[in-house]
């Protein structure tokens, strides 16, 4: 595709229930990252991949956030136990060098 | 350890009138510099870089910013607003390679008619 596609665009889970969310980043671009935006806020970084490495998990808030990208190319952030302060929108950007494409994000919400 | 600080919430300008978002921001070694657009329910939209070479840098919708290393400053300017350029807008800095972006916390452009 043209640009960084995520799915589903939105989500309500109920507290306690285990989550994915999808990326798929632009062809060819060999990093990926995982960004969590709150409300009113900036995003903040949560991992990195470059082809299937995961080289920088320091952002994952909790050890219930795993992310995976196993051939290099389509992304899964997966949430476990999920809490209302997960609620977020969550976007992942692909780059091959310099600038950062964003996908639309997927927005969270925990009840 | 970077950071970035977007010292006003909103800002708002008359259309046809010249805008200027602020951002400036701290790094350890050389700065890489963003500005991003966000509409609502849509995700982060690429405006311009700063990496090396001209420190005014002109990028997409008629927008350009101006690295200021003294002041440790990039602010995005647009010489006539338009209402359509009403978003959230946010600047962010890497200190090079490809790191992590770090974003400041976004100004809330309002262009009235």
């Known amino acids: 595709g043209a640009g960084v596609s995520q799915s589903p665009r939105y989500k309500v889970a109920k507290r306690g229930q285990d989550v994915a969310l999808r990326c798929d980043p632009i062809?060819?671009?060999?990093?990926l990252f995982w960004y969590q935006q709150a409300l009113g806020q900036g995003p903040e970084f949560l991992t990195y991949?470059?082809?299937?490495?995961?080289?920088?998990k320091s952002g994952l808030p909790s050890d219930r956030f795993f992310a995976e990208r196993p051939e290099g190319s389509v992304s899964t952030l997966k949430i476990q136990r999920t809490q209302q302060e997960d609620s977020a929108v969550y976007l992942c950007?692909?780059?091959?060098?310099?600038?950062?494409?964003f996908g639309p994000g997927t927005r969270l919400t925990v009840l | 350890a970077q950071s970035v600080a977007q010292p006003e919430d909103q800002v708002k300008v008359a259309e046809g009138n010249p805008l200027t978002v602020k951002c400036t921001y701290s790094v350890s070694g050389n700065p890489y510099l963003f500005w991003y657009v966000q509409y609502p329910n849509r995700g982060l939209q690429f405006l311009l870089k700063?990496?090396?070479?001209?420190?005014l840098v002109k990028g997409s919708y008629g927008f350009e910013a101006e690295f200021n290393k003294s002041q440790t400053s990039f602010h995005l300017k647009k010489p006539s607003a338009l209402v359509s350029d009403s978003a959230l807008y946010f600047c962010?800095?890497?200190?090079?390679?490809?790191?992590?972006?770090?974003f400041g916390k976004g100004t809330r452009l309002s262009v009235i008619a």
């Open positions: 700063y990496i090396t070479g001209d420190n």
């Open positions: 062809s060819g671009h060999v990093s």
């Open positions: 950007a692909s780059s091959l060098a310099g600038a950062k494409f």
């Open positions: 991949f470059q082809n299937e490495a995961q080289l920088d």
């Open positions: 962010a800095v890497r200190d090079g390679g490809n790191t992590p972006l770090v």
